[in-house]
């Protein structure tokens, strides 16, 4: 029987003051006996110190190693800087508890460690010196692509030699790989007037990768199909729609029973809504976001209306553009059915604490639907981590087709009382998924995660797609720091985020004095090939709020992994440009 850990559930976290128990789990004899024996308490402190490094003096790394979902500590690991052999390094080294030995815990916390450095690149190098009569440690290093450099004496800790083994990686180019990236991408060769079209419009819908325009083009070249058939194409349609189940549940870290597909976000939450609503009765409250996207808004609102419920507001701090949780304990009673809110907001950006959201409203038994459209296409998602019951988000907007997904708790799942013809599957997830599906959409959503993950590292499909994302999130970060930056420094342009604290994704809104939303946009386009979108983007609660729908809401530039500096560039020129005139 394997001793394989589900190497999804790894994690690494910055040490920190409450680490110290497990630091000196770590100082047992046993953990030391090739580190010259256990540290006095003395000598255990200083390094407990040095690890939280408070002032952030030290350019040293370290990270306790914890297992999802209940956070347990299990280990540490880290990196320091090091002159070897007359060149800066970096060396890692690491440390699991024997319980948890010989599960791929130390590999998966190092394909992670491995990231950060890469995201850093400081050095060209990265070192790990484990014994040579650790074999454990020396097949991590050859696992995760180290080179064996040579053999080695250290002296560690003072006073005592250790023959090690000197493995080498080299850390990750810092040019994030935008021509391979480029390359994926056919809508990118489109001219506008003579010129390379930018496209800023990705939180309206990214541009397709090619390999999903390939998948949908097999699937109907090869012959589609309905289902249940004993012919071929059936069970190949069958086959294909298991996969990307697969796929989707690997990008969201749950089971493919727990995921369903339909016409849209929009069309699957109303579906839901209406299910859920079926044992919902008068007097019943449910709460919704004024951050929202309408589709996460409207269905819970329809719904109330026909059951008598009361509808509760979280609101919006209109300075801030967050929301104001500190009133979710006031807006939560016994009452309560459901809180729905986005991960991210479409319009302004800012991405709000699920997981605190959803802690609350759970201890309460109530149910915490969550919009994910605008998320999904710039960083990971852990389904059980940001506490979600139901996830819904849309595949056109993560370089795939326009298929709807949803994504939810089995225990939920199974209950959910849907309106569905009378011979269909009472099952889940098939009893959602009401008429024929759009086969040859669903054949494209697994090349488009498996973009996502051909730019990551790790040992499994889950690892690369969590590595890839905080390389796409690295990259479109800068892209937005340089956008917002050049933008905030225009004279009469007022940009709409959240301060420097709050998380956003790399989605702009801003208006211009003197100029509509519509004006700018249409002089980007026909000016200098540009297509951004203005509007409120369905956001309408937000811009009502703001007082902005009224004149023609926002502009709204959106990055995503295949935009450039230079077409930040002509971006900014292009706005400058209609500004003087």
Same mark, same amino acid.
């Given at each position: 029987?394997?001793?394989?850990?589900?190497?999804?559930?790894?994690?690494?976290?910055?040490?920190?003051?409450?680490?110290?128990?497990?630091?000196?789990?770590?100082?047992?004899?046993?953990?030391?006996?090739?580190?010259? /024996?256990?540290?006095?308490?003395?000598?255990?402190?200083?390094?407990?110190?040095?690890?939280?490094?408070?002032?952030?003096?030290?350019?040293?790394?370290?990270?306790?190693?914890?297992?999802?979902?209940?956070?347990?500590?299990?280990?540490?690991?880290?990196?320091?800087?090091?002159?070897?052999?007359?060149?800066?390094?970096?060396?890692?080294?690491?440390?699991?508890?024997?319980?948890?030995?010989?599960?791929?815990?130390?590999?998966?916390?190092?394909?992670?460690?491995?990231?950060?450095?890469?995201?850093?690149?400081?050095?060209?190098?990265?070192?790990?010196?484990?014994?040579?009569?650790?074999p454990a440690s020396n097949a991590i290093c050859r696992k995760l692509g180290f080179t064996l450099q040579s053999e080695c004496v250290f002296e560690?800790?003072?006073?005592?030699?250790?023959?090690?083994?000197?493995?080498?990686?080299?850390?990750?180019?810092?040019?994030?790989?935008?021509?391979?990236?480029?390359?994926?991408?056919?809508?990118?060769?489109?001219?506008?007037?003579?010129?390379?079209?930018?496209?800023?419009?990705?939180?309206?819908?990214?541009?397709?990768?090619?390999?999903?325009?390939?998948?949908?083009?097999?699937?109907?070249?090869?012959?589609?199909?309905?289902?249940?058939?004993?012919?071929?194409?059936?069970?190949?349609?069958?086959?294909?729609?298991?996969?990307?189940?697969?796929?989707?549940?690997?990008?969201?870290?749950?089971?493919?029973?727990?995921?369903?597909?339909?016409?849209?976000?929009?069309?699957?939450?109303?579906?839901?809504?209406?299910?859920?609503?079926?044992?919902?009765?008068?007097?019943?409250?449910?709460?919704?976001?004024?951050?929202?996207?309408?589709?996460?808004?409207?269905?819970?609102?329809?719904?109330?209306?026909?059951? /008598?419920?009361?509808?509760?507001?979280?609101?919006?701090?209109?300075?801030?553009?967050?929301?104001?949780?500190?009133?979710?304990?006031?807006?939560?009673?016994?009452?309560?059915?459901?809180?729905?809110?986005?991960?991210?907001?479409?319009?302004?950006?800012?991405?709000?604490?699920?997981?605190?959201?959803?802690?609350?409203?759970?201890?309460?038994?109530?149910?915490?639907?969550?919009?994910?459209?605008?998320?999904?296409?710039?960083?990971?998602?852990?389904?059980?981590?940001?506490?979600?019951?139901?996830?819904?988000?849309?595949?056109?907007?993560?370089?795939?087709?326009?298929?709807?997904?949803?994504?939810?708790?089995?225990?939920?799942?199974?209950?959910?009382?849907?309106?569905?013809?009378?011979?269909?599957?009472?099952?889940?997830?098939?009893?959602?998924?009401?008429?024929?599906?759009?086969?040859?959409?669903?054949?494209?959503?697994?090349?488009?995660?498996?973009?996502?993950?051909?730019?990551?590292?790790?040992?499994?499909?889950?690892?690369?797609?969590?590595?890839?994302?905080?390389?796409?999130?690295?990259?479109?970060?800068?892209?937005?720091?340089?956008?917002?930056?050049?933008?905030?420094?225009?004279?009469?342009?007022?940009?709409?985020?959240?301060?420097?604290?709050?998380?956003?994704?790399?989605?702009?809104?801003?208006r211009i004095e003197g100029f509509s939303p519509q004006e700018i946009c249409e002089r980007l386009c026909e000016e200098h090939s540009i297509f951004?979108?203005?509007?409120?983007?369905?956001?309408?609660?937000?811009?009502?709020?703001?007082?902005?729908?009224?004149?023609?809401?926002?502009?709204?530039? /959106?990055?995503?992994?295949?935009?450039?500096?230079?077409?930040?560039?002509?971006?900014?020129q292009g706005i400058k440009a209609i500004i003087r005139a």
């Open positions: 029987m394997s001793t394989t850990l589900n190497t999804e559930l790894v994690r690494i976290q910055p040490w920190a003051d409450d680490d110290l128990p497990l630091l000196r789990l770590l100082n047992a004899p046993a953990m030391m006996e090739q580190l010259g /024996g256990p540290e006095t308490e003395e000598q255990l402190l200083a390094r407990h110190e040095r690890y939280v490094n408070k002032d952030g003096q030290l350019t040293s790394k370290m990270f306790s190693i914890v297992l999802l979902p209940d956070n347990t500590p299990v280990g540490s690991i880290g990196y320091w800087d090091r002159i070897w052999q007359g060149e800066n390094v970096y060396e890692v080294g690491w440390s699991v508890l024997p319980p948890f030995q010989g599960k791929g815990i130390a590999s998966a916390a190092l394909a992670l460690l491995i990231t950060r450095i890469n995201q850093e690149r400081r050095h060209k190098f990265i070192h790990a010196y484990p014994s040579v009569d650790n560690y800790p003072p006073g005592s030699l250790m023959r090690s083994n000197d493995w080498r990686l080299e850390v990750a180019s810092g040019h994030f790989p935008i021509e391979k990236v480029r390359e994926q991408f056919p809508a990118l060769q489109r001219t506008y007037k003579d010129k390379p079209v930018v496209y800023l419009d990705g939180p309206g819908g990214s541009q397709v990768v090619k390999s999903s325009m390939d998948a949908i083009y097999r699937y109907m070249a090869n012959g589609g199909a309905n289902l249940h058939g004993s012919f071929p194409t059936s069970k190949e349609t069958e086959a294909i729609l298991a996969d990307a189940k697969q796929a989707v549940a690997d990008l969201f870290h749950v089971r493919p029973l727990e995921v369903a597909f339909g016409a849209n976000m929009t069309t699957l939450t109303f579906a839901i809504a209406r299910a859920l609503g079926r044992h919902w009765k008068e007097g019943d409250e449910i709460i919704v976001s004024e951050m929202d996207h309408r589709a996460n808004v409207d269905p819970w609102l329809t719904v109330a209306a026909d059951r /008598g419920m009361t509808v509760r507001w979280l609101k919006v701090d209109k300075e801030t553009l967050t929301l104001q949780l500190d009133e979710l304990d006031t807006l939560l009673t016994s009452r309560t059915r459901l809180v729905a809110v986005g991960l991210a907001s479409n319009a302004v950006g800012t991405i709000h604490d699920l997981a605190a959201i959803s802690q609350k409203a759970r201890a309460k038994g109530v149910v915490v639907a969550v919009d994910a459209v605008h998320a999904v296409p710039h960083f990971s998602i852990h389904r059980d981590e940001i506490g979600a019951d139901i996830l819904l988000c849309s595949a056109y907007k993560f370089f795939g087709p326009h298929v709807g997904i949803a994504v939810i708790r089995k225990e939920i799942f199974e209950a959910l009382d849907v309106y569905k013809l009378v011979p269909a599957p009472s099952s889940y997830p098939d009893k959602l998924e009401t008429g024929t599906q759009n086969h040859e959409g669903i054949a494209g959503i697994r090349p488009a995660i498996e973009f996502v993950a051909s730019l990551g590292l790790g040992d499994n499909f889950p690892d690369k797609i969590r590595s890839g994302y905080e390389v796409i999130e690295a990259y479109e970060n800068q892209l937005a720091e340089k956008l917002r930056k050049e933008l905030g420094a225009m004279k009469g342009v007022t940009i709409y985020q959240a301060g420097e604290d709050v998380p956003k994704t790399p989605t702009i809104a801003f951004v979108a203005d509007g409120d983007f369905y956001a309408t609660t937000l811009a009502n709020g703001l007082g902005i729908n009224e004149s023609g809401g926002w502009i709204r530039a /959106g990055l995503a992994p295949y935009n450039t500096r230079e077409e930040i560039d002509r971006f900014i």
